[in-house]
T-cell receptor, first 114, second 114 residues
Framework: AQSVTQLGSHVSVSEGALVLLRCNYSSSVPPYLFWYVQYPNQGLQLLLKYTTGATLVKGINGFEAEFKKSETSFHLTKPSAHMSDAAEYFCAVSPFYNTDKLIFGTGTRLQVFP | EAQVTQNPRYLITVTGKKLTVTCSQNMNHEYMSWYRQDPGLGLRQIYYSMNVEVTDKGDVPEGYKVSRKEKRNFPLILESPSPNQTSLYFC?????????????FGSGTQLSVL
């Protein structure tokens, strides 16, 4: 069955530093891939998604992610962290064999220090 | 304003007392889904619905029921709640997950079963 793994349940960075949140999926056939963000006491919001085409995907708030088939990865990055980026981030996959489903990773909580 | 509305926001109940969490969307979305969020486990899908009168089990359906009599509403029913159903619940909707349309999430319902 399709699964998604987020390495690191907590990541801490200084304001202005690079943000790197890791996501790997298990599939020999590329699924559709998503990153969602959850701010405190709110529901999730879509940051970006990859379906087909360009492997570098740009999302909202300066985030981007690169789909690397050879590494089965879809890591999320932002060149310069801002205090407002503090939130929980979820990677999700929609398996090619059942695109009705969306399978979430366990989440990574990002802390940004001044 | 486009939104997914869940009620109540917080709910404390006792084991065995039937309860319903309501979910309503005003975007004419076909797809609706329920998730539960638990620490270290991320979001897990409970049930989803592709359209009116069409529902299907997600990954953790045991102990839950849903109905989709109208397009806008998708209530989650716990006939006999148990403490292991204490969790944060999210309702979500989209134009169609199979078309990789993004999910819109409600603000969540924190349920405690004593």
């Amino acid at each position: 069955a399709q699964s998604v793994t987020q390495l690191g349940s907590h990541v801490s960075v200084s304001e202005g530093a690079l943000v790197l949140l890791r996501c790997n999926y298990s599939s020999s056939v590329p699924p559709y891939l998503f990153w969602y963000v959850q701010y405190p006491n709110q529901g999730l919001q879509l940051l970006l998604k990859y379906t087909t085409g360009a492997t570098l995907v740009k999302g909202i708030n300066g985030f981007e992610a690169e789909f690397k088939k050879s590494e089965t990865s879809f890591h999320l990055t932002k060149p310069s962290a801002h205090m407002s980026d503090a939130a929980e981030y979820f990677c999700a996959v929609s398996p090619f064999y059942n695109t009705d489903k969306l399978i979430f990773g366990t989440g990574t909580r990002l802390q940004v220090f001044p | 304003e486009a939104q997914v509305t869940q009620n109540p926001r917080y709910l404390i109940t006792v084991t065995g007392k039937k309860l319903t969490v309501t979910c309503s969307q005003n975007m004419n979305h076909e797809y609706m889904s329920w998730y539960r969020q638990d620490p270290g486990l991320g979001l897990r899908q409970i049930y989803y619905s592709m359209n009116v009168e069409v529902t299907d089990k997600g990954d953790v359906p045991e102990g839950y029921k849903v109905s989709r009599k109208e397009k806008r509403n998708f209530p989650l029913i716990l006939e006999s709640p148990s403490p292991n159903q204490t969790s944060l619940y999210f309702c979500a909707s989209s134009l169609g997950v199979e078309r990789n349309e993004k999910l819109f999430f409600g603000s969540g319902t924190q349920l405690s079963v004593l």
